[in-house]
């Protein structure tokens, strides 16, 4: 038996707890034909990361679910890893080269390449050594990376399979584009900011009646490469113009006026420029109405100029333009000006003509670079792409068919959504860190080949010069994998692949629904035809105290790695966990984290006290008499047992914790703790052993329903338990048994403990002092509760003489009265308190139980909260308004006994 010290401080436990489970292996998953598997891959952190409040959730959320299989019995596998974040990361490496004054094409590609490695091998693993602070126990013997070996055989395995099914091909079509990063980016690296702006109103003269159209645009500069004009064509107003054109100020050429429902009748003046290659929804007005593609800005932000329209004609001429390839325009007196310069311009000249007719202001939301902070430019590029509308049935079906669910349930909207409205994928990157595309370009005859690995010839000519394609592969191209390439995938027989996969169950934001779950699905279907998991665990955002985000511009980031060194890991995974519920975002604040704190600390105070109280050996198992507290205390605890289980089954990770705390906090600190010294210190020794026999038995349980919660405290208590094993992450989670069941004591001895609690309460308030005896009436339809708790009542509600019966026949006016909903105490100690003070408490008690009811009462009567809570949530708050109307009625007669 070990002894604990005086006080728990977790910077001396947590880090050598952490090496005692990595040199023991305890996080390691085999593969047992005898065990059942379970499987978590971790969301793959960015290279570049370091550990937020988001990741702690997220990463907790994780740890406790693999904690709780690993000692259910199952073979649990957490896969961590790290991706390697293309844009973020070489955006890092080009800064800190460019301090040394050097660009990537100085160094050229291999030597940026080189640089790049290095610095994922020096910086890269910094939030792996992160996320061990925190506690996870990742099974860090398989930990991946997205650009290794055998992610990347995985990569190109599939970029040639979707090749060679015609899913994936090569266009021009409208993208996100950066013009600072030099690439195309995915719709979850455009941030939307809010800035100032305004509506621009401009005229655009009808060729054929003569007549100014007024049409309002926020981009004005976008005008030189307008293809058309749209109204809706059900607009009364403009009936007369079907068929006409306008011409477009500046350039004077004419464009046509197109009849489509992109026009809102109901929005300004109903009409529209229509700009294809620089606006996504114009571009699909253009694709509508087979309009031409007009381009008009570079790659880097400028206006095109003749050099560019030139280069544009030579590809035509040469015939090497694909069939799409955009017109380029020469923007004449515009050329090389960046869009902001552009604008003024383009704005002093409208002006001049008379083609502007009101400046409005405006806010609106911009859309930004996340790395670069850049204003995202749409453009018409020739990228790679992949068609998903095949690949997108198969996800909608496998959640419909129930093959792959959410938690909470209503998240499948979302998903539906993006699917059911899900446009091809632009997969390629013009950056060099990341997984080049494994396309091959004949220098001679222009025929590409996909490949795995350089061709000796071309398929076609029979040429050997080739090259590579320059660009990357989108990072989510290879993160959509992650589920199965990770675990051996392509070869099918992989050990790994053929026990793991597919996973069990995925747990990410809200955030990223479309952008990686809605991926790893149709891969996983597509390549393995399996859903790479059957659950989608859902969790919300950390805001802070205030309700709002965190956020580097608030200043209210709070970081993880500051709190455990304050803290410890324990109280900070407990507190985002608390009261957390699916889908829903919490709120983190230092006071949460010093009520954990506190929890940890009553944990470990008791704790010392069971071990202090053991004399020599100790007996394994339970006496075989109970005490009445005794039975209380187990059936008690074996209730815990069978709700928290099913809370971690349902997912409701934050119940459970709640109800772990209430039974450790409650029911066995303040009360069994208090309860069994009356034996521990008694002369009946018999009876001490068995007390002391309960108390590390429940010590031990309850433990163990915490570990998975508070991983570190849990563990140095557990091996500190004579009897125990070596770990408790080892040791077998605790069950339901029916010889612990007795339902009968437990709800009498709770009853019994919530009236003492009353009458203590009542007593303090009161300034009674606590020696001081009195006389106990005891009104209650469950008299045999009470009568077996005489000896408690006694010590622990200081009271001289009990009398229990079913109704009060004395003077209520002489006694203050104690109401909970099982029983009412009438006590005469009128001599010692003011009436009015009395009848004071029970009118504030009152308002009090009145304020819990409309509480509950307004919950009940939300539909909202009746459809998004889970069942046993909702039932509780129908227990809570009972108890609280019940409560209400004691209260209303003790104040009508006193008059």
């Known amino acids: 038996m070990r002894e604990l010290d005086k006080q728990y401080d977790p910077s001396q436990v947590e880090d050598s707890t952490y090496r005692f489970w990595l040199e023991h292996k305890y996080f390691h998953a085999e593969r047992d034909p005898e065990k059942r598997p379970y499987t978590i891959v971790i969301p793959p952190p960015n290279i570049t990361g370091q550990l937020h409040m988001g990741h702690a959730m997220d990463e907790t959320l994780q740890d406790i679910l693999i904690r709780t299989k690993r000692m259910q019995g199952y073979s649990a596998l957490w896969l961590p890893g790290t991706d390697h974040a293309s844009i973020a990361t070489e955006a890092k490496i080009v800064a800190a080269m460019r301090e040394e004054g050097l660009t990537k094409e100085s160094l050229g590609r291999d030597g940026f390449l080189e640089r790049a490695w290095a610095w994922k091998e020096k910086y890269g693993g910094r939030i792996v050594?992160?996320?061990?602070?925190?506690?996870?126990?990742?099974?860090?013997?398989?930990?991946?990376?997205?650009?290794?070996?055998?992610?990347?055989?995985?990569?190109?395995?599939?970029?040639?399979?979707?090749?060679?099914?015609?899913?994936?091909?090569?266009?021009?079509?409208?993208?996100?584009?950066?013009?600072?990063?030099?690439?195309?980016?995915?719709?979850?690296?455009?941030?939307?900011?809010?800035?100032?702006?305004?509506?621009?109103?401009?005229?655009?003269?009808?060729?054929?009646?003569?007549?100014?159209?007024?049409?309002?645009?926020?981009?004005?500069?976008?005008?030189?490469?307008?293809?058309?004009?749209?109204?809706?064509?059900?607009?009364?107003?403009?009936?007369?113009?079907?068929?006409?054109?306008?011409?477009?100020?500046?350039?004077?050429?004419?464009?046509?006026?197109?009849?489509?429902?992109?026009?809102?009748?109901?929005?300004?003046t109903g009409v529209v420029k229509i700009t294809p290659?620089?606006?996504?929804?114009?571009?699909?007005?253009?694709?509508?109405?087979?309009?031409?593609?007009?381009?008009?800005?570079?790659?880097?932000?400028?206006?095109?100029?003749?050099?560019?329209?030139?280069?544009?004609?030579?590809?035509?001429?040469?015939?090497?333009?694909?069939?799409?390839?955009?017109?380029?325009?020469?923007?004449?007196?515009?050329?090389?000006?960046?869009?902001?310069?552009?604008?003024?311009?383009?704005?002093?000249?409208?002006?001049?003509?008379?083609?502007?007719?009101?400046?409005?202001?405006?806010?609106?939301?911009?859309?930004?670079?996340?790395?670069?902070?850049?204003?995202?430019?749409?453009?018409?590029?020739?990228?790679?792409?992949?068609?998903?509308?095949?690949?997108?049935?198969?996800?909608?079906?496998?959640?419909?068919?129930?093959?792959?669910?959410?938690?909470?349930?209503?998240?499948?909207?979302?998903?539906?959504?993006?699917?059911?409205?899900?446009?091809?994928?632009?997969?390629?990157?013009?950056?060099?860190?990341?997984h080049r595309i494994p396309v091959y370009y004949c220098d001679e005859c222009g025929e590409y080949v996909t490949a795995k690995a350089m061709p000796d010839k071309c398929p076609k000519c029979g040429c050997t010069h080739l090259h590579q394609d320059e660009d990357t592969l989108d990072t989510w191209f290879s993160s959509a994998l992650w589920p199965f390439s990770t675990l051996g995938w392509p070869d099918t027989e992989a050990a790994d692949f053929k026990y793991f996969y597919p996973t069990n169950t995925l747990v990410t934001g809200y955030d990223i629904i479309f952008f990686w779950v809605v991926r790893m699905v149709f891969s996983g279907l597509e390549h393995t035809g399996e859903t790479p998991f059957d659950t989608v665990l859902i969790h919300g955002l950390v805001r802070d105290a205030q309700g709002r985000k965190m956020s580097k511009s608030l200043g209210n980031g709070i970081d993880p790695l500051e709190v455990i060194a304050q803290y410890g890991a324990d109280a900070l995974r407990f507190t985002l966990v608390t009261g957390s519920t699916p889908g829903n975002d919490t709120r983190y604040s230092e006071e949460k984290v010093k009520a954990s704190r506190n929890f940890a600390n009553k944990l470990w105070n008791?704790?010392?006290?069971?071990?202090?109280?053991?004399?020599?050996?100790?007996?394994?198992?339970?006496?075989?008499?109970?005490?009445?507290?005794?039975?209380?205390?187990?059936?008690?605890?074996?209730?815990?047992?069978?709700?928290?289980?099913?809370?971690?089954?349902?997912?409701?990770?934050?119940?459970?914790?709640?109800?772990?705390?209430?039974?450790?906090?409650?029911?066995?600190?303040?009360?069994?703790?208090?309860?069994?010294?009356?034996?521990?210190?008694?002369?009946?020794?018999?009876?001490?052993?068995?007390?002391?026999?309960?108390?590390?038995?429940?010590?031990?349980?309850?433990?163990?329903?915490?570990?998975?919660?508070?991983?570190?405290?849990?563990?140095?208590?557990?091996?500190?338990?004579?009897g125990s094993g070596e770990s408790i992450m080892i040791s077998a989670w605790p069950v339901w048994r029916e010889e612990l069941c007795f339902p009968q004591d437990e709800e009498g001895f709770t009853n019994l403990v919530a009236l003492i609690k009353a009458v203590r309460a009542v007593r303090a308030e009161m300034g009674v002092h606590p020696a001081k005896k009195t006389r106990i009436f005891i009104q209650t339809d469950s008299p045999a509760d009470f009568e077996t708790g005489r000896a408690y009542l006694e010590k622990f509600a200081a009271a001289s003489e009990i009398e229990i019966g079913s109704a009060f026949s004395g003077d209520a006016s002489g006694s203050v009265q104690v109401a909970t909903d099982k029983a009412r105490a009438f006590i005469p100690m009128m001599e010692l308190v003011d009436r009015e003070k009395e009848l004071a408490r029970l009118e504030k008690e009152l308002a009090g139980c009145e304020k819990e009811i409309a509480s509950a009462s307004g919950k009940l009567n939300n539909q909202g909260f009746i459809a998004k809570a889970p069942a046993q949530v909702v039932e509780n708050v129908r227990a809570q308004l009972a108890r609280a109307e019940d409560k209400k009625a004691h209260i209303q007669a003790a104040i009508q006994a006193l008059g």
């Open 129 to 268: 050594e992160q996320l061990k602070k925190l506690g996870s126990s990742c099974d860090w013997d398989r930990e991946r990376f997205t650009m290794d070996e055998g992610c990347s055989e995985a990569v190109k395995e599939v970029f040639i399979r979707l090749h060679d099914k015609g899913l994936i091909y090569r266009g021009n079509r409208l993208v996100n584009w950066c013009p600072c990063c030099m690439t195309s980016i995915s719709d979850a690296e455009v941030e939307y900011e809010e800035q100032e702006g305004s509506f621009w109103h401009l005229l655009y003269t009808v060729k054929e009646t003569g007549e100014q159209l007024e049409l309002a645009t926020t981009r004005p500069e976008t005008m030189l490469g307008d293809t058309a004009v749209a109204i809706n064509g059900a607009d009364p107003r403009y009936q007369h113009l079907h068929g006409c054109h306008v011409i477009l100020p500046l350039l004077n050429k004419e464009i046509p006026i197109v009849c489509d429902d992109h026009a809102d009748m109901e929005k300004g």
């Open 277 to 434: 290659a620089h606006d996504p929804n114009d571009y699909e007005v253009g694709k509508r109405h087979g309009l031409p593609l007009v381009r008009v800005f570079t790659y880097d932000g400028r206006m095109t100029g003749p050099a560019d329209k030139a280069a544009a004609d030579e590809l035509i001429a040469g015939g090497r333009a694909a069939a799409d390839e955009p017109e380029v325009l020469d923007c004449g007196k515009y050329a090389g000006m960046t869009a902001k310069e552009a604008r003024k311009a383009i704005l002093a000249d409208l002006s001049a003509g008379g083609y502007l007719k009101e400046t409005e202001p405006l806010r609106h939301d911009v859309g930004t670079c996340y790395r670069c902070h850049t204003t995202v430019e749409p453009m018409i590029s020739k990228q790679w792409f992949v068609k998903m509308e095949p690949l997108a049935k198969p996800a909608i079906e496998a959640c419909r068919s129930g093959k792959l669910k959410f938690v909470p349930e209503r998240f499948d909207k979302t998903y539906y959504h993006w699917l059911e409205n899900i446009k091809d994928w632009c997969i390629s990157r013009q950056l060099w860190w990341g």
């Open 606 to 722: 008791a704790a010392r006290f069971v071990l202090m109280n053991l004399k020599g050996e100790l007996e394994p198992g339970l006496p075989e008499e109970l005490d009445l507290s005794d039975r209380w205390v187990l059936s008690s605890l074996n209730t815990l047992v069978k709700e928290v289980t099913d809370n971690i089954e349902k997912f409701e990770l934050g119940l459970a914790a709640q109800k772990i705390y209430d039974f450790i906090w409650d029911v066995y600190c303040d009360w069994y703790i208090e309860i069994a010294k009356l034996r521990l210190y008694g002369e009946d020794e018999e009876q001490a052993r068995s007390a002391r026999r309960v108390l590390v038995y429940v010590l031990r349980e309850a433990l163990k329903l915490l570990h998975p919660f508070m991983p570190f405290i849990t563990e140095e208590i557990y091996r500190a338990l004579p």
